[in-house]
């Protein structure tokens, strides 16, 4: 039976008795997970934000937007059934739900901190404060049992500690409160609440403060013990005889060999857990104590954990066998160029060593036993800063590689002030990528620093001398050899005694200095040296393909591009983008005739398709594209093969002409851009008559004498829907049956709810189908299907158009021969677009992930970068796309759920188009945009759309995630009037003043 729960009118202050409703951010139907927010209301004091803290549906009868409702009192519903959008009046509603709504003014959450990359939730271990405790900045009120380890949560803002807290034993997803602190005893709230592993409230209920049975406090390792990692796919080990390991710790366990027999457990009620594992792994402390320890004379008194710590580290750094390389720079100009820029000395060097390390990525790695390599490419420098107590305390600058000065610089100032007193969190001092230590300002005339295991070389900069400022790198020899270090201290040099290039004009002069300065020292390129007849062969001439051949000749590579066709362009020009865009825009002139009338423009609505006209446009654009890609391609001589490749060895190509006998090339590196064809399901019919043209894809619907008068399209994803836009302006009666019970899966769910709603006024959907077969000749077809229902219908048509997705097919490139892996069907990668075989890399549609053509062309230029030495990667998170439906959908970046699963704390603000003026003067009122934003940062991440030209408002939405733009930076710029850009400044104020309405909470 299904249960409801009333969102109750929450009492935000202590005056308030009622409030009114201002918006509703979510509608009946929506899913509401928990935090989300779901109304805002207005009182007596401020606009507030209502946030639940139940997962279900929304379902109404919800208050109307401008009601005034008393505290206490049904604002809306929350069922556990999807579908049910409205309660009715006798059924029974749960009274649970008021006291699980948490409105901001239950204080300010605890949430469970992010502690690594992998880590999505944890589990509350202990509370180390009870509900109505004093809190102080720095406090640990809790530990928490990660992927990794058993850690502290700390809290750095006064007040007291207030329910509801998440019962020990609670899985709590990162990103989720955990319990909240409160401004004033008074309002500390006692209750405790139980959520279970998938993240559901089960219970809630009184806490008793300082309880007798509060747990025991675990011990637990003072930092994550280093290199353990539960990522990997290694099944856990199973568990003890007669013991209990958690899940974390035998999956930590199966990774590092460790055998828990024996293992001594610390966790509640002698649990092994992860923490347990890793220390069985040696410590630094262990190893430091493993050494022979030689008496003094004299009263030692105890280290303090920070000696300790330094201790510790120092001794395990025995391990490493060092040495050092100096070489004297002059920071006149870098100095006075930070002085201009407001930016300290000390991060314009650290940037200096970022910006010289992108053509050195090794100096960023480090050794892992036993004889691994950790390829790191986030630049995240640790910098000693010498605290007030006279020790040195190491914060880390996150993230230099990609950050502007001015940000840096920002960061900085916080974390030394932290530094100073000892007041780190534990993410601000752990895992740097390589350090940096300045004690030039003491005076010291020349000296060598010591890096620890997790890195492999550590700066030491001395005092300005007459020859220069010695810099003086110490290399662990694992890693790094003389020659490397050397290289890089002459990029180094040319970076800091150049600055202004870098300095003032961002990454593209940066890399114009790093590349003057490879004129001076060896480039670093992976390629294998070798006779090779070519330097890297690049297999399929699509976007993919092609942008990485050109990237990689632009800069004297000697690159062959092998395709099976005998123009470049791939599915994009000759089946995907290009020809369907020429359709709708044919169609696109049609529809906008609808508008005519209404703006006061008669005799223009019967418009008549010329199809012979749309298709010689459509062939002209297509033939002049792939004429002059070719022309362009030859011209920055890339050698273009027509032919099929596939691998006979690691460094062997064969090639198939159309035409002519087979023959090879060798190669030092590959790149594999070869696509992913339409895939047809084995529904019965469907394959057999795809050669009659009764059945079509996107590979062949290009082949249609006329547009079909009914047409039959099986797959609601992006190709589907578009095809049935444009059949349906051109004329044609549309069926649309998807098997999932919605169509546009993969679009943001309102965007998606309100274009199916608009889809479903112009062609028929069926979704939950069951597609029974596919029969009948081409220009008379049956589809015959049950409903959800399981109700058979049969629809005659002319043709049957499969858009069905589409599948990358490696059977014939012989993958085998050289090592590379799948992942399903697709060619396993990392970011960097590297295969399981390092010579050879693989971009675009063949990979999986996002098939759009300029996510396959960035990635063939990330694949082209690499190969020309530097560490690039593609970033899903900034990648975007458009649905050239009508009105168009597009995304950059990510949604607020898809922010969620990654811990981000993220909200959304959106804006109807029907507000706008120049949509209105247009008639183009249907749809929205959204921006979504990070609440810590104000970063915007995220830019959804509904809107007629999307195709264009989405480049704002590109630049403002690509720049890492802040909601601030948005408001204040000056969009012109009248245009729909507005909209963006418009959005940023008001996210921006709602986060700064719930700050004040
Ligand atoms: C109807 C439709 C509409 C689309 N609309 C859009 C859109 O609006 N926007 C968008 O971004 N994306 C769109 N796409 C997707 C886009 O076409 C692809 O994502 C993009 O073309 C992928 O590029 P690629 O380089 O990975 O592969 P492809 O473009 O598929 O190129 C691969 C090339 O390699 C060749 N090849 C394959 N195997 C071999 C071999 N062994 N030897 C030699 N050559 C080989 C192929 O013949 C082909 O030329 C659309 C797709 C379709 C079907």
């Known amino acids: 039976m299904s249960q409801h729960y009333a969102i109750t009118m929450p009492q935000l202050s202590d005056t308030m008795t009622e409030g009114v409703v201002v918006t509703w951010e979510k509608q009946p139907g929506d899913r509401v997970e928990r935090g989300d927010i779901v109304a805002t209301v207005e009182t007596d004091k401020a606009i507030m934000d209502v946030e639940v803290f139940k997962a279900g549906y929304l379902a109404g009868p919800l208050a109307d937007v401008g009601a005034t409702i008393a505290v206490g009192a049904a604002l809306g519903y929350i069922t556990d059934t999807a579908g049910d959008v409205a309660i009715a009046a006798n059924e029974v509603v749960e009274e649970k739900a008021q006291t699980e709504m948490i409105p901001h003014h239950a204080g300010t959450p605890i949430v469970m901190p992010q502690l690594s990359d992998t880590m999505h939730e944890g589990v509350v271990v202990t509370w180390e404060k009870q509900p109505g405790d004093a809190i102080k900045r720095g406090d640990i009120v809790a530990t928490v049992e990660t992927d990794k ?14 329910g509801p807290i998440a019962d020990i034993g609670s899985v709590v997803e990162v990103g989720h409160p955990m319990g909240f602190i409160v401004d004033d005893a008074s309002k500390a709230n006692d209750t405790g609440v139980t959520i279970s592993t998938d993240h559901k409230v089960k219970d809630l209920h009184k806490v008793a403060p300082h309880a007798a049975d509060k747990p025991a406090h675990i011990p637990m390792p003072k930092a994550a013990p280093a290199q353990v990692s539960a990522a990997g796919t290694q099944p856990p080990v199973a568990r003890p005889q007669g013991r209990q390991a958690s899940p974390y710790a035998r999956k930590v366990a199966a990774q590092l060999g460790v055998n828990l027999t024996g293992l001594a457990g610390t966790g509640p009620a002698g649990v092994i857990v992860a923490a347990d594992v890793a220390r069985a792994r040696p410590s630094m402390a262990e190893v430091a104590h493993a050494l022979p320890q030689v008496d003094v004379p004299g009263q030692g008194r105890a280290m303090t954990s920070m000696e300790k710590a330094v201790s510790h580290a120092m001794t395990a750094s025995l391990t490493l066998p060092t040495f050092n390389v100096t070489m ?14 407001k930016v300290s000395v000390t991060v314009a060097i650290a940037k200096a060593c970022s910006v010289a390390m992108a053509k050195f990525p090794r100096m960023n790695w480090a050794y892992q036993p036993v004889d691994k390599l950790v390829e790191r490419a986030n630049h995240d420098f640790g910098v000693a800063v010498m605290s007030n107590d006279g020790g040195l305390v190491v914060p880390i600058l996150h993230g230099i590689e990609k950050r502007p000065l001015e940000a840096l610089q920002s960061d900085w ?15 601000e001092y752990s895992n740097p990528t390589f350090t940096i230590s300045n004690m030039g300002m003491l005076g010291v005339s020349h000296f060598t620093a010591i890096p620890t295991p997790g890195i492999s070389a550590i700066l030491a900069i001395a005092a300005n001398g007459p020859q220069g400022t010695p810099f003086t790198i110490t290399g662990d020899h694992r890693v790094l050899n003389g020659a490397d270090v050397a290289l890089y201290l002459a990029t180094l040099k040319q970076t800091i005694e150049a600055p202004e290039a870098w300095m003032a004009g961002g990454a593209a002069v940066a890399e114009a200095v790093v590349g003057k300065a490879a004129t001076v020292s060896a480039a670093v390129s992976p390629i294998p040296e070798g006779n090779w007849d070519v330097s890297v062969v690049i297999v399929g001439g699509g976007p993919g393909g092609e942008d990485c051949a050109r990237d990689l000749a632009d800069h004297g590579i000697k690159v062959m591009m092998v395709n099976n066709e005998p123009f470049p362009g791939g599915e994009c020009l000759w089946r995907g983008c290009i020809p369907s865009k020429a359709w709708r825009a044919a169609a696109d002139v049609i529809r906008n005739r609808a508008h005519d009338a209404e703006m006061g423009v008669d005799g223009t609505n019967t418009p008549a398709l010329n199809w012979a006209q749309v298709e010689k446009h459509r062939r002209w654009v297509q033939s002049s594209r792939g004429d002059m890609a070719l022309k362009a391609d030859k011209g920055m001589k890339i050698d273009v093969r027509e032919g099929f490749g596939e691998f006979v060895d690691a460094h062997t190509l064969k090639i198939t002409p159309a035409e002519g006998e087979p023959y090879t090339v060798s190669f030092g590196a590959a790149v594999i851009a070869t696509g992913a064809p339409a895939f047809v399901p084995p529904i019965p019919g469907a394959r057999e008559n795809l050669a009659t043209g009764g ?3 996107s590979d062949t619907i290009w082949n249609l004498a006329t547009p079909p008068k009914k047409l039959g399209i099986v797959g609601g994803g992006v190709i589907g829907v578009e095809m049935a836009q444009i059949f349906r302006d051109f004329g044609t009666e549309v069926l649309m049956l998807e098997r999932n019970d919605r169509i546009l899966a993969e679009i943001e769910d309102e965007i998606a709810k309100t274009l199916i709603a608009s889809l479903e006024k112009e062609i028929t959907v069926v979704t939950s189908a069951d597609i029974k077969e596919v029969s009948g000749k081409a220009g008379a077809m049956k589809l015959r299907y049950a409903n959800a229902e399981g109700v058979e219908s049969t629809f005659d048509c002319d043709v049957v158009l499969m858009a069905t997705g589409k599948r990358p097919d490696t059977s014939k490139l012989n993958l085998d021969k050289v090592g590379i892996e799948l992942d399903g069907a697709a060619i396993k990668v990392n970011t960097r677009g590297q295969t399981s075989a390092p010579h050879i890399y693989a971009v675009g549609d063949v990979i999986g992930g996002y098939m759009l053509a300029h996510t396959a062309a960035t990635q063939g230029r990330v694949a082209a970068d690499n190969l020309l030495g530097h560490t690039s990667e593609y970033d899903q998170d900034k990648d975007c ?3 050239f439906s009508r009105p168009q959908a ?22 109807p188009m029907s507000i706008d003026a120049k949509a209105m003067i247009t008639g183009e009122t249907e749809g929205m945009i959204k921006l979504v934003a990070d609440k810590a940062s104000g970063r915007i991440i995220g830019v959804h759309y509904l809107a007629d030209h999307t195709d264009t408002l989405i480049g704002i939405g590109v630049m403002m995630v690509a720049g890492e733009m802040t909601l601030t930076q948005v408001a204040k710029a000056i969009f012109p009037h009248p ?3 507005e909209l963006f400044g418009e959005l940023a104020r008001r996210l921006l003043n709602r986060l700064r309405r719930t700050a004040k909470k």
């Open 328 to 341: 004297n720079i002059d920071i006149a100009a870098l100095t006075a160029a930070a002085k201009a820029k």
């Open 413 to 427: 100032t916080g974390l030394v002030e932290r530094a100073r007193v000892r007041k780190l969190a534990p993410a």
């Open 890 to 911: 597009g995304f950059v970046g990510l949604s607020v759920a898809q922010a969620k699963a990654k811990g981000i704390d993220a909200v959304e603000a959106k804006m």
């Open 881 to 883: 796309g458009v649905t």
């Open 979 to 981: 245009t729909q850009t």
């Open 695 to 697: 059945v079509a894809t």
């Open 149 to 162: 380890a058993i850690m502290d949560v700390e809290v750095f803002q006064e007040g007291w500690l207030s």
